[in-house]
């Protein structure tokens, strides 16, 4: 039976990672001594490092890889509950803002009227004819109705 999928890569993984050459090397040298392909010995030459210390470079990545593989907590962390100070700082906080929102404006109010007092009264003291005086109509009505003759 054939097998399906991609052939494995093996070390070819390692020249696809994003970190130095010489990085690189040694990850390939760690891997090639525990599969069998090469002797810690043969690793240590081409590295130009002593056995010992090829066996606590192994042994840290080794043990930076468990702690990477190790489960970790499902879904997002949970947030600390707001104390009732933090709630009453952020309570008045918005009153701050939204109290110097209003003084903004209004001194942007009392700008307009001193440098364009036409605009702040409205359009009313801007006009040019007078209105009318609509007194005389009261009082005519007024007076047919109650006067002299609308009585008798």
């Given amino acids: ?67 990477l593989l190790e489960p970790g907590q499902p879904g997002r962390p949970a947030k600390p509950a707001p104390s009732v100070e933090a709630e009453q700082v952020a309570d008045l906080q918005r009153q701050v803002d939204e109290l110097q929102g209003k003084l903004r404006g209004e001194r942007i109010r009392v700008e307009l009227a001193r440098t364009m007092p036409h605009v702040v009264r409205g359009a009313a003291a801007v006009k040019k004819t007078p209105r009318r005086r609509a007194t005389r109509q009261r009082k005519t009505r007024l007076g047919r109705r109650h006067g002299p003759r609308a009585r008798a």
Avoid: N
Wanted: charged share 35%.
């Fill in 1 to 67: 039976m054939a097998k399906v999928g991609r052939k494995p890569q093996g070390l070819k993984h390692v020249d696809g990672l994003d970190a130095s050459p010489e990085a690189k090397a040694r990850l390939k040298a760690f891997l090639e001594t525990m599969s069998g392909e090469r002797t810690v010995p043969e690793a240590c030459a081409e590295l130009d490092i002593g056995e010992s210390r090829f066996h606590k470079l192994r042994g840290d990545w080794l043990q930076e890889a468990v702690r």
